[in-house]
């Protein structure tokens, strides 16, 4: 048994003006299969999609605090022209520079108009097919313990494991990475953007959760009440979903 990340999700108080950015910042679609707004490749509707960790938006009343997400999106880019064109045209349609104490670094760290963190890299080498998303990236207090635990969660693989970051990636070899950052200080809010997790088919969602517990993770309610999937915590505190196959 194992289960894949299929997307990342985004609380936003305008849900679908959030989905018309990410679509048009990644070169996607945005779509409406019910209350929320999913975002992926292609003009066809393809859940989950084969490759690409799609993004689904969900309606919330409450706006993002000050404080930095805990999880954000690394963008790729080709070239040095391409990452300049793209921060200006990410700007254009709506993101906004953000100062998250980052220094002189090469990549330009922006947010979207949720406030909602990323950065649009530089190129490297490393990401070259990944497509528009390079990494998932998350802060933690001890990367290996991370690389263990989704490793195990996960059919993704190790590509990098340090006592300061650690990367998985699909045993595909497509699509992006998975990346875990040491990074001082505790996790102090909810987080706004978390991964959620999907079983192969004719695997058991809730044998599924059984053995992420077994693992390390730990039971959470966010008010979900009655819901088709399971809300989890990673051993570092970070919230996950395991959904229910479609």
């Known amino acids: 048994m194992t289960l894949r990340p299929v997307q990342v999700n985004i609380k936003a108080v305008d849900a679908p ?3 018309r950015f990410w679509a048009e910042a990644l070169g996607w679609t945005a779509h409406h299969p019910g209350v929320t707004t999913y975002v992926g490749p292609g003009g066809t509707l393809v859940w989950p999609d084969p490759v690409a960790l799609g993004i689904d938006i969900v309606p919330v009343p409450e706006r993002k605090t000050a404080t930095k997400n805990r999880l954000h999106l690394d963008l790729a880019t080709t070239s040095a022209a391409h990452q300049t064109e793209l921060v200006a045209r990410l700007q254009d349609i709506g993101a906004t520079p ?3 104490g980052q220094g002189d670094v090469p990549w330009t760290v ?8 990323f950065c649009v890299l530089e190129p490297r080498e490393v990401y070259r097919n990944t497509g528009p998303v390079a990494a998932v990236v998350v802060d ?3 990367p290996r313990a991370m690389a263990r635990f989704w490793g195990e969660a996960t059919d993704w693989t190790p590509h990098e494991v340090t006592d300061d970051q650690a ?3 699909s045993a595909e070899g497509g699509g992006p990475y998975l990346e875990f950052l040491r990074t001082p200080g505790a996790k102090t809010v909810p987080d ?3 991964l959620d997790l999907l079983p192969y088919p004719g695997d058991d969602k809730a044998a599924e959760a059984a053995r992420l517990r077994a693992l390390g993770a730990t039971d959470l309610d966010v008010g979900q009440g009655d819901a088709p999937w399971t809300c989890l915590a990673d051993p570092d505190g970070h919230e996950f979903c ?3 196959l479609p």
């Open 192 to 194: 706004r953007i978390h």
């Open 140 to 142: 933690c207090a001890d």
């Open 17 to 19: 003006a959030l989905g």
């Open 242 to 244: 395991v959904l229910a």
């Open 110 to 117: 922006l947010a979207d108009p949720e406030g909602n963190e």
């Open 98 to 100: 953000v100062d998250v």
């Open 167 to 169: 990367a998985l990636r």
